[in-house]
């Protein structure tokens, strides 16, 4: 059965995301701790993702971030389109990597995976569902315009769409 995505207004009181259980990026059992991710240098300490220190005898596990940018699956997509967004590139990925940089030193495993131009649009993929809606907020604080934020009921994924 197809998942149809829905829209969602910011400030609503509906849930936006499904049940965590639906995505196979998350963690499906606990891991040895300390544990650190091989690529990136996260470590798994106290139940969740941190930059920290490798601790000593650490074990090796790929984070969930590295694993979707290995597979290439996205969490999240942020689709920047307009001829605002066209004339002002640089300054707009400027301060997508900036609230990414932020992002990440509280929560290790919100990562933007690529920012690629597609025809009209810039399309950028993150490993997070929070992180593409946090990045498509900033743009609409930053530079006004409309966003638009779709989500498929049955998976873990969100669609935000920022025009100017």
């Not at 829905?6 to 995505?23: A, L, R, V």
């Not at 091989?38 to 969930?64: D, I, L, S």
């Not at 597609?118 to 997070?128: F, I, L, M, R």
């Amino acid at each position: 059965m197809k998942s149809r995505a829905q829209s969602f207004k910011p400030g609503s009181q509906e849930t936006i995301f499904p049940d965590p259980g639906n995505d196979a990026y998350k963690l499906q059992h606990k891991l040895p701790e300390p544990s650190v991710c091989p690529t990136c240098g996260a470590a798994y300490h106290k139940g969740r993702w941190q930059w920290m220190t490798r601790p000593p005898g650490a074990a090796e596990v790929v984070c969930p971030a590295c694993h979707r940018i290995a597979d290439r699956e996205p969490a999240g997509y942020l689709y920047i389109e307009g001829e605002f967004a066209s004339r002002h590139r640089d300054e707009l990925v400027q301060l997508l990597r900036h609230h990414e940089e932020h992002e990440r030193t509280e929560h290790a495993m919100e990562r933007i995976i690529a920012i690629d131009d597609e025809s009209d649009k810039t399309v950028v993929t993150t490993t997070g569902v929070h992180l593409a809606r946090n990045l498509g907020a900033a743009l609409k604080t930053a530079f006004n315009g409309t966003l638009e934020l779709k989500y498929g009921k049955d998976e873990n994924l969100l669609r935000a769409y920022w025009r100017r």
